[in-house]
């Protein structure tokens, strides 16, 4: 009883999934895709470049080129 009440359990997932991916590969063909933005390269730039200036704060920076604070120190640390 319990093999047939697994065997159901597994076909069932399998078919969610593969409404999932027919779901994904629509939005594909739609223009849309997912995951988080990506951060603009020049803003990043020039954030690091006002960062290492010294001439602003962090919190500064971050209302100037809209770039978090969490981003900027993960780039920072990525170039030491």
């Known amino acids: 009883m319990c093999g047939m009440l ?23 063909a739609r223009g849309r895709k997912g995951g988080r933005p990506r951060v603009d390269d020049e803003k990043l730039r020039q954030a690091i470049a006002l960062y290492y200036s010294k001439q602003m704060s962090v919190r500064e ?20």
Request: proline residues 0%; glycine residues 2%.
């Open 6 to 28: 697994s065997v159901l359990a597994e076909c069932e997932r399998d078919i969610m999934c593969e409404c999932t991916m027919a779901g994904l590969k629509a939005a594909r």
């Open 61 to 80: 920076i971050q209302e100037a080129t809209s770039i978090s604070r969490t981003t900027l120190y993960r780039e920072i640390k990525k170039e030491q």
